[in-house]
């Protein structure tokens, strides 16, 4: 006979232990023994979500997409919280919004686990627990702001995907100075970026990897299926899925360590920037992206050189939205141009950009070549040290660096508009490939 306390058991975490165990839970333990064991992550946690052992300064949790990495990081520092084992720690998260929205308020942040809830004073961004713990939320877009604060505990979370994991790493070691032992977690999907490898490098790291599959019970069935059919069989399964760490990929058109070196924060006076607009074929769900990247270019001739300034590419949007999007773009950079490709949309393409921003010239273009020979002079320009990125743009730099290699199948949207944007600079209107319309 079934306990009519089973309700209370969690139905996803108790799908991923086998039926007989099930069985037993649900029939022989109370109300209030279901209760505390709903609420122990150490018993409910798979193994590479739990803080190991030992004496190590960082504990890096390498995931899949949705393999569980954020609650990971989220029962480590509530557990330093409530226990006082640290005292002052910083959450670091790619963007503010993201450290609030994931790191702290989302649906496995530290708030929303089943303990006690520290309160969260916003306007200083700052979590306090009842014994006086503290934790402060930093943005991996402003380093500098890690300058002065100290702390015996950091949670990092998808460094892969941070605009200068470098930099903010950096700032970030120097303040982790507290205590006997400081102790830093880092939770990400991995991408062979320098960062990451330096601190695998490092000899008191220690390592744990999940796969999305792991976490499977806890996913939507939907969200599940539609990773599987994208990135099944291709060059991308291991790192998006399997939480591996991939070096390039065979045949692809560009290396991570050639983008690694032309990160640059350097000031530069432009004299022509433009945003690039690759506009999808069709809008929802199902629809390709439509990417939208800045680029600012100084100099003459063969010392002309650009900096990618922003990915802005949207994914679902109406051609209202991502008009919009290329448009606030432009006005925040100071744009003298708009670039689009008219292949999809022709005229149409030029009309809402245009009515999105009347004020910014826009320039159609078509394509009468393939993606590969658009991007191969472009790629040439990287290999030559003319093109530099103001900051790491994880998105666009995977499509980068897996395009052209075998079992690359999805629509380069982000490096189409790539193309375009440094075509216009690099290589202007004279560029036999381009048509002015």
Same mark, same amino acid.
């Given at each position: ?22 069985? *037993? ?8 023994? %279901?209760? +505390? ?7 409910? #946690? ?23 990495? /954020?609650?990971?990081?989220?029962? $480590?520092? /509530? ?32 708030? #929303? ?10 306007? !200083? ?36 995907? $941070? ?8 700032? %970030? ?17 991995? !991408? ?10 490092? =000899? ?36 998006? %899925? ?71 590419? +949207? ?20 744009? *003298? ?25 826009? !320039? ?28 790491? =743009? ?7 660096? /897996? ?16 193309? $375009? ?17």
């Amino acid at each position: 006979m079934k306990n009519n306390y089973a309700p209370n058991l969690d139905a996803a975490l108790a799908a991923t232990l086998p039926p007989q165990l099930q069985e *037993h839970l649900l029939t022989c333990f109370s109300k209030s023994e %279901l209760a +505390l064991l709903s609420n122990d992550w150490n018993f409910w #946690s798979q193994f590479a979500q739990r803080a190991p052992d030992g004496a190590w300064r960082t504990w890096l949790f390498l995931g899949g997409r949705g393999a569980g990495k /954020s609650r990971a990081g989220a029962e $480590w520092v /509530s557990a330093l919280g409530r226990t006082g084992r640290a005292r002052r720690i910083a959450l670091i998260g790619p963007t503010l919004h993201d450290m609030r929205e994931v790191m702290i308020e989302g649906q496995s942040g530290i708030r #929303s686990l089943p303990y006690e809830r520290p309160d969260f004073e916003a306007s !200083r961004r700052r979590l306090v627990w009842a014994n006086g713990v503290q934790a402060f939320g930093f943005s991996a877009e402003d380093p500098d702001s890690l300058r002065g604060p100290q702390f015996d505990a950091a949670w990092a979370d998808e460094l892969c995907y $941070w605009a200068y994991p470098d930099e903010t790493l950096s700032a %970030l070691a120097h303040g982790l100075r507290l205590g006997e032992a400081p102790k830093l977690a880092v939770t990400t999907t991995p !991408r062979p970026i320098r960062a990451l490898k330096q601190l695998l490098a490092q =000899f008191d790291t220690v390592v744990t990897r999940a796969a999305t599959w792991t976490n499977a019970a806890n996913l939507a069935p939907d969200f599940v299926a539609a990773l599987r059919q994208r990135w099944t069989g291709s060059a991308r399964q291991r790192q998006e %899925l399997l939480g591996e760490l991939v070096e390039d990929v065979e045949g692809a058109l560009w290396r991570r360590a050639e983008i690694e070196a032309a990160r640059t924060r350097e000031p530069v006076e432009f004299d022509r920037i433009v945003v690039a607009v690759d506009p999808p074929a069709s809008v929802g769900e199902k629809a390709d992206q439509c990417g939208i990247v800045a680029a600012g270019a100084w100099g003459e001739g063969w010392r002309r050189s650009a900096i990618v300034l922003a990915d802005a590419s +949207l994914h679902g949007a109406t051609p209202h939205a991502w008009a919009q999007q290329a448009a606030s773009l432009a006005r925040s950079l100071g744009a *003298h141009a708009i670039v689009a490709e008219a292949n999809n949309g022709g005229e149409m393409v030029r009309a809402v950009l245009q009515a999105a921003a009347p004020d910014i010239y826009v !320039r159609l273009v078509r394509a009468s070549e393939g993606k590969r020979a658009r991007a191969e002079p472009i790629a040439a320009f990287y290999a030559q040290g003319r093109v530099k990125h103001a900051a790491a =743009f994880p998105a666009l730099e995977d499509e980068m660096c /897996s395009f052209g290699a075998e079992g690359f199948s999805h629509s380069p949207d982000r490096l189409d508009a790539l193309v $375009w944007a440094l075509t216009d600079l690099l290589m202007g209107g004279a560029q036999p490939r381009l048509r002015l319309l």
